[in-house]
């Protein structure tokens, strides 16, 4: 279940990997899946390869993208999501989510 993010975000992440940008997009999520885990950021991209490359530059296996639906993308927790939000400049979503302190 996500929540925690405005329509209009969604509509924006969605142009931007619909135009071939690697986008983030954080926002609350539960799942009995996966405890612990408060937060997700989906990273898309509609260029499936320039998604593949980004993952595999950050330690990620590609074949964990969800390249079923219409806005592909991979799925970032933990540690590993707070390493590439910052490494990216994330900080907005950073502070939003409460992933940083002060």
């Known amino acids: 279940m996500a929540f925690g993010i405005k329509r209009s975000e969604i509509e924006t992440w969605k142009a931007a990997v619909s135009r071939g940008e690697v986008a ?31 993952c595999r530059a ?11 639906e219409q ?17 990216a400049n994330q900080r907005e979503q950073l502070e939003r989510f409460g992933m940083v302190d002060g």
């Not at 950050?58 to 079923?68: Q, V």
């Open 24 to 54: 983030f997009l954080t926002h609350y999520w539960l799942d009995p899946r996966f405890p612990g885990m408060k937060t997700v950021t989906k990273v898309g991209c509609s260029d499936l390869e320039k998604l593949a490359s980004w």
């Open 58 to 68: 950050n330690g990620l296996n590609p074949k964990y993208i969800h390249a079923r």
């Open 71 to 87: 806005y592909p993308h991979f799925d970032l927790m933990g540690a590993k999501q707070l390493e590439i939000l910052r490494s």
